[in-house]
């Protein structure tokens, strides 16, 4: 399944890209599908953009002497949206319980 995977994976696709037609693997074609979703403000392709900076951040290998893809303000940047989209996602979740208890109310009222 793996081996299938990644030869789906690096399949070329054409796509159109400010009105031109550009030649591309799936992967690219996903990922930036991904980070346009995200850089159009969606959470989950936020969180999903995020989540993949960080694990791959995690793997490289530190003892080589290449600048890193992200520097230090970057990090910040990102752990301040971070935590701001947490903030958003508990208020969400705090609403959500607020409308179904009146909901309840509503139903018995």
Not at 10 to 16: H, L, Q, S, T
């Amino acid at each position: 399944m793996a081996t299938v995977f990644a030869q789906t994976l690096r399949e070329r696709i054409v796509i159109r890209e400010r009105g031109r037609q550009k030649t591309v693997t799936k992967l690219q074609a996903a990922v930036k599908q991904l980070v346009n979703k995200a850089a159009s403000g969606e959470i989950h392709a936020i969180r999903k953009v995020l989540d993949l900076i960080f694990e791959t951040e995690a793997r490289q290998d530190t003892s080589t002497t290449l600048s890193p893809a992200i520097t230090a303000s970057d990090q910040e940047v990102i752990e301040g949206i971070w935590e701001r989209l947490k903030e958003r996602e508990e208020m969400a979740t705090e609403n959500d319980g607020l409308q179904e208890a009146n909901d309840v109310d509503d139903q018995r009222g």
